[in-house]
């Protein structure tokens, strides 16, 4: 097996060129009084117990919000949603109503006080065990206690097919979709299914 190589790169001092990455829209605070902003520095930490993170800068006006109540959700956004991720992400809550400015709507949480938003097709309830102060961001850290899935997404048998949702992905300071699938996890060692006989014979 061949592949295209890059013998030759240019060495850069250490930044945060890690990419593709979620551009999430994380909601914060009560139904009455909600706040959501987006957040592309989150991912997963553990698998059992479920835990994430996300990273946010102190200065940030949902900050407080989440450390006083320790609580928040991590909402996956379409790609129609893309001009609502992005106002979300250079607007402060501290002199503008996103929501009302983007239309977004909020619903309470499940299992935590703090709301998920209704045009999101996947909303994780996270509640915050841990505050970790890593320099221009603090992270964060979070068991998922609670996930709330579009049935819409959901097949027959009630597993969960999340690319029908067409979600965002965030590389280098733009947005894109996510693209023709290439495979599924496992694939390169899966044994391929044999022909069946009634298969075989059809095709003669």
Not at 27 to 52: F, H, M, R, Y
Not at 140 to 150: H, K, Y
Not at 168 to 174: P, W
Not at 178 to 200: D, E, H, I, M
Request: charged fraction near 25%; glycine fraction near 8%; include cysteine.
């Amino acid at each position: 097996m061949s592949y295209h190589s890059y013998n030759e790169k240019e060495h850069w001092k250490g930044s945060v060129l890690e990419a593709p990455l979620p551009p999430v829209l994380v909601s914060c605070g009560d139904e009455k009084t909600p706040n959501v902003l987006t957040v592309a520095w989150t991912g997963i930490l553990n698998t059992q117990p479920p835990v994430t993170y996300i990273s946010l800068r102190p200065e940030r006006f949902s900050y407080p919000i989440i450390r006083e109540r320790g609580e928040f959700v991590i909402n996956l956004p379409t790609e129609e949603l893309v001009r609502a991720v992005d106002y979300c992400g250079v607007k402060s809550g501290r002199n503008t109503d996103k929501l009302a400015q983007t239309g977004l709507t909020v619903t309470k949480g499940v299992a935590v006080s703090a709301p998920m938003i209704n045009e999101c097709p996947l909303s994780l309830e996270c509640r915050v065990r841990q505050i970790i102060k890593l320099g221009t961001h603090d992270m964060f850290m979070a068991d998922i206690v609670g996930v709330n899935a579009a049935k819409e997404l959901l097949d027959n048998n009630g597993r969960l097919c999340l690319e029908r949702a067409k979600l965002l992905a965030y590389s280098h300071g733009e947005y894109y979709g996510l693209g023709r699938k290439l495979g599924s996890f496992g694939y390169s060692v899966r044994k391929r299914k044999q022909k069946t006989n009634s298969a075989k014979k059809r095709k003669k």
